[in-house]
């Protein structure tokens, strides 16, 4: 398996691991243990960033994929995936904000935008795994 073709794998495993992240940090902040929230949510955006990275990579060189399941699926997967798609371009300055105003100490305005940017990121790292189960492991090309 070349590098390229391996990416999608690599792509679904890092979101699935911000996707733990994002949830210990969730569940840390309402245990008020604050510095493991801080260390769990700067993990998921360090893993996010590599996760844009090898995505951008996969994109350049790489068609897009078409899916393959029966015509009775292709509104629920179109649906997921713009879905997926409109959220993981929003999430990008939304969780820039979101851990600036942190790194910031302004935490009250952190938590203002935390309040969306969260489930709104939570969203995107599992739907993109669901994209990827969808396309190479349910309906592969």
Same mark, same amino acid.
Request: charged share 0%; no cysteine; glycine share 8%.
């Given at each position: 398996m070349s590098l390229i073709a391996a990416l999608?794998?690599?792509n679904a495993i890092l979101n699935a691991i911000a996707a733990v992240f994002l949830s210990f940090g969730y569940y840390f902040i309402r245990n008020r243990q604050i510095e493991r929230h801080r260390a769990c949510m700067v993990t998921a955006a360090a893993v996010s960033a590599v996760f844009l990275v090898s995505y951008l990579a996969h994109r350049a060189n790489a068609p897009i994929l078409v899916f393959n399941g029966p015509n009775s699926l292709s509104i629920p997967y179109y649906t997921l995936l713009i879905s997926h798609v409109s959220l993981s371009i929003a999430i990008v300055p939304l969780v820039a904000l979101t851990l600036w105003r942190a790194f910031k100490g302004h935490f009250e305005m952190h938590r203002k935008v935390a309040r969306w940017a969260w489930?709104?990121?939570?969203?995107? @790292?599992? @739907?993109?795994i669901a994209v990827y189960w969808i396309l190479y492991q349910v309906y592969p090309g």
């Open positions: 999608p794998h690599l489930p709104a990121w939570m969203y995107v @790292s599992i @739907s993109g």
